[in-house]
């Protein structure tokens, strides 16, 4: 019998990142639950899951450190190559540009942008040498289309784009794909704060914010074998904003 393929899901406890853990686990793949300072949050999804009856463990390191992170992660291809890679990780430090702190700006675009490097670079050659890979990079509406106080989030968005249609046109003829997902206005107690319900349906056309587990569905197709002549594409999710 077939080994299940591993997927590592950096931010894997956020609420999108949960859900897309869990659909990965359901289509039968072992998870790697990421985390950095919320381990304690990582061990009790991946416990959740096991519960469920799927394959899944925490891990923990900063994606902005990166000698650290390979190293995390050379502890981790000891069990074998990692063939699913979900990029979630984001963090927000929003302000006008002409008000923003170099710190707001490195700090958003490290976690995601460097992050992405940080934690995909490690996994490559494995990932290779099995002649079959997903790379898929959760992006944003704001990295598409921009959004005012947000400019280091849609240039770190936006530039994951720019990552994963160079790093398809590598590898693709590999067997491995790369794709941005772009989510619009998705369930969050981050959005419950900032949005009210009549501010998101004027902003939406769709009138809703998504669900993180339709995210969560989207990925888990482009994570799966029927995705295979998909790669180097941004595909948005975001109820008809754009």
């Not at 902005?64 to 963090?91: C, K, Y």
């Not at 289309?145 to 046109?169: C, D, E």
Request: hydrophobic letters at 50%.
């Amino acid at each position: 019998m077939t080994a299940a393929r591993r997927a590592l899901v950096t931010g894997g406890a956020s609420p999108l990142g949960g859900a897309v853990c869990r659909r990965l686990a359901a289509d039968g793949l072992r998870v790697v639950v990421h985390a950095h300072r919320g381990l304690d949050r990582a061990e009790a999804l991946a416990a959740s899951i096991r519960d469920a009856g799927g394959d899944a463990e925490a891990v923990a390191f900063d994606l902005t450190d990166v000698p650290a992170s390979a190293a995390a992660l050379e502890g981790l291809l000891e069990a074998g190559p990692v063939q699913v890679v979900v990029h979630n990780a984001g963090t927000h430090e929003d302000a006008p540009l002409a008000g923003m702190s170099e710190e707001q700006w490195r700090g958003v675009v490290d976690v995601s942008l460097t992050g992405f490097y940080a934690v995909l670079r490690p996994l490559l050659l494995p990932m290779i040498g099995t002649r079959w890979g997903r790379i898929i990079a959760i992006s944003s509406v704001s990295g598409v289309m921009g959004n005012r106080g947000q400019a280091n989030y849609a240039a770190a968005k936006a530039g994951l784009i720019g990552a994963v249609k160079s790093v398809s046109l590598e590898y693709a003829a590999r067997g491995v794909t790369a794709n941005a997902v772009a989510p619009g206005v998705i369930e969050s107690p981050a959005v419950d704060a900032a949005m009210t319900r009549e501010q998101i349906a004027r902003l939406v056309p769709a009138r809703r914010a998504g669900k993180p587990e339709e995210v969560a569905d989207l990925v888990g197709f482009l994570a799966s074998d029927r995705a295979a002549y998909i790669s180097g594409q941004v595909i948005s999710i975001n109820g008809g904003m754009a």
